[in-house]
């Protein structure tokens, strides 16, 4: 009873629950990266993380990377969703966080200048959406295409107007620039992926840890229902903070063997 009368004060039920956190211990080479994630309330086969990361070796990285704006690997991923208080057959669901970690490598910046890395991050998602298979590009020539087929066709400025106000909408729009915050006394660089027509939205934290190597936490705020968003919005950004807050980079302990052990656990 009490259950359903927080559920229906708060508007949700779901969402990270910090009293169900899996403590995650990681090997990056010779350091020890740990953190509190809690535990997904999305039905999933159980599976197991590796826990141990040469981020600096080019060749593991090329073996095993990504490609999303710029190549990465994968360490982990949680997901929540938020769901109405009570749910019928009729209902659906508010939205869904999650929660993911990565590895990035380039060789274009030097990533312990914080300047550098706040540019390249952004310039990275630029290059990839207006490159020649981005969306833009396709927005770009799709309009371009159209005008050239009107009795009175756009020219020059009215021409790259119309272009710029349809990748608002259908492509990736400009970002604002990268910022610097301070967590655990360590400097992390933010930015935002945030469509103005759209309540969905992508967080970035990206953590140096060599000169060509970071740390990226991507958060993923995904809305199914905007006029439910607000319901929930505050408790997913106060759970996103929780989660930065509890990792924390520190020397990796000589009875480190001992991790392989403790942290093998299914996610």
Not at 11 to 24: L, M, Q, T
Not at 54 to 69: A, G, M, R, V
Not at 112 to 140: A, M
Request: with cysteine; proline share 5%.
């Amino acid at each position: 009873m009490f259950n359903l009368a927080k559920a229906f004060y708060r508007g949700f039920v779901g969402g990270p629950s910090f009293d169900n956190c899996i403590h995650h211990r990681l090997i990056l080479e010779g350091k020890l990266l740990t953190l509190d994630v809690p535990r997904s309330n999305v039905a999933a086969a159980p599976s197991t993380i590796d826990i141990s990361f040469p981020y600096n070796s080019i060749s593991w990285f090329n073996q095993n990377k990504k490609y999303l704006h710029h190549q990465y690997i994968h360490m982990l991923t949680e997901n929540w969703m938020y769901l109405p208080p009570i749910n019928t057959f009729l209902s659906r669901e508010f939205g869904m966080l999650s929660c993911q970690l990565r590895i990035k490598q380039t060789n274009e910046v030097n990533v312990f200048d914080i300047n550098q890395l706040k540019h390249f991050v952004i310039e990275s998602y630029d290059n990839f959406h207006w490159g020649p298979e981005g969306k833009n590009t396709e927005v770009k020539n799709d309009t371009t295409l159209e005008s050239s087929k009107r009795a009175n066709p756009w020219q020059g400025e009215a021409l790259k107007k119309e272009i710029l106000e349809r990748v608002e909408i259908y492509g990736y729009p400009p970002l604002p620039a990268a910022q610097e915050t301070i967590i655990n006394n360590r400097q992390w660089v933010f930015y935002q992926i945030k469509k103005s027509n759209r309540r969905s939205h992508h967080d970035f934290y990206c953590l140096p840890l060599s000169d060509h190597a970071f740390l990226e936490v991507k958060f993923n705020h995904h809305v199914e229902l905007p006029y439910k968003h607000k319901k929930w919005a505050g408790h997913a950004l106060e759970s996103q903070q929780r989660i930065m807050e509890s990792i924390k980079l520190s020397e990796l302990p000589a009875d480190h063997d001992n991790l392989i052990t403790d942290n093998s656990q299914g996610v």
